[in-house]
């Protein structure tokens, strides 16, 4: 009859033994006597399958068939750590970066409810000219844009509804009365960078006017024009509320897209994959299409 092969506690007493040289450090490194690893070892060489070498000074090393279980050993408590890591420790937070607008209008009302139902967190950044980041610092990008950009994977929330604003003061000093059907002669607020391709902003052009502010920043373009400083294509659920501001008679401006976007390496993550899934029909559920009528 054969001799049993070395089952994985004795391929854990075989590699304590060898770390240690002796069968009293690995008592140590194990807990438990030196008599009881002693009769762990005898167990294993039992039917004249040696595994260790002893040398004049009693230290002990593995033989050649000593090595090779030495070997499995290391593989195997390798994949056992790396496996109880990935299950016990607490995974890196999703990166979601973001504008001031949507973190207004989505994010903050919204991650708590990502956060009941993800095995993460959520770390939420927000920047005032998000198309400059560089994807490496981010998971996931929500932002206003016209397609995903270039190495990205992305898809469109939703859309916001959007409409001309003017501070009262302006609408005095420029005498406007009534239905704008073009903004020539009036002072402009446009967006710039990636904003400047979404259909909205790119509408705002076609109706003329001169440029009184460039800016990639929604909130910064509401806060010019609170000021005086020209017309502003805003999204009626950030600038409707405002009293500060009066919406104008014009024309109807296309609605606003909103994407989420990730890179194209790390986007079947399913942390991320995930997120966006959820943020797609968190978007549709809580703002109303503004594509509609």
């Not at 595994?51 to 090393?61: A, T």
């Not at 993460?120 to 994807?135: I, Q, R």
């Not at 609605?255 to 549709?284: H, N």
């Amino acid at each position: 009859m054969a001799a049993p092969f070395p089952d994985w506690n004795d391929l854990r007493d075989i590699l304590l033994i060898t770390d240690a040289g002796s069968l009293s450090g690995a008592a140590r490194l194990a807990g438990i006597s030196q008599s009881t690893m002693s009769r762990r070892l005898a167990a294993i060489e039992a039917h004249g399958q040696p595994i260790f070498l002893r040398d004049e000074m009693g230290r002990m090393s593995p033989n050649a068939r000593g090595l090779e279980m030495v070997a499995a050993a290391r593989e195997m408590a390798a994949i056992y750590d790396r496996v109880k890591a990935r299950l016990t420790d607490a995974p890196p937070p999703l990166r979601i970066a973001s504008c001031e607008m949507l973190s207004r209008l989505f994010l903050a009302p919204q991650v708590p409810a990502w956060a009941l139902r993800a095995d993460s967190a959520a770390e939420v950044s927000v920047h005032d000219d998000v198309y400059g980041l560089d994807p490496d610092t981010y998971d996931v990008m929500l932002a206003p844009m016209a397609t995903a950009p270039e190495r990205s994977t992305g898809q469109v929330l939703g859309w916001l509804s959007m409409a001309l604003y003017a501070a009262p003061s302006y609408v005095a000093a420029h005498r406007i009365r009534g239905r704008l059907e073009t903004l020539d002669g009036q002072g402009v607020i446009r967006a710039s960078r990636a904003l400047a391709d979404v259909e909205s902003y790119r509408w705002l052009v076609r109706l003329g006017g001169n440029v009184s502010l460039l800016s990639p920043n929604v909130p910064t373009m509401m806060e010019a024009c609170a000021a005086g400083l020209g017309i502003a294509l805003l999204p009626q659920e950030l600038a409707g509320n405002d009293a500060r501001l009066l919406p104008l008679d014009g024309p109807k401006a296309p609605p606003c897209e909103i994407w989420a976007v990730a890179d194209s390496k790390t986007a079947a993550d399913p942390r991320i994959a995930g997120f966006l899934k959820w943020a797609r029909g968190q978007f549709r559920a809580t703002h109303a299409d503004a594509r509609a009528g």
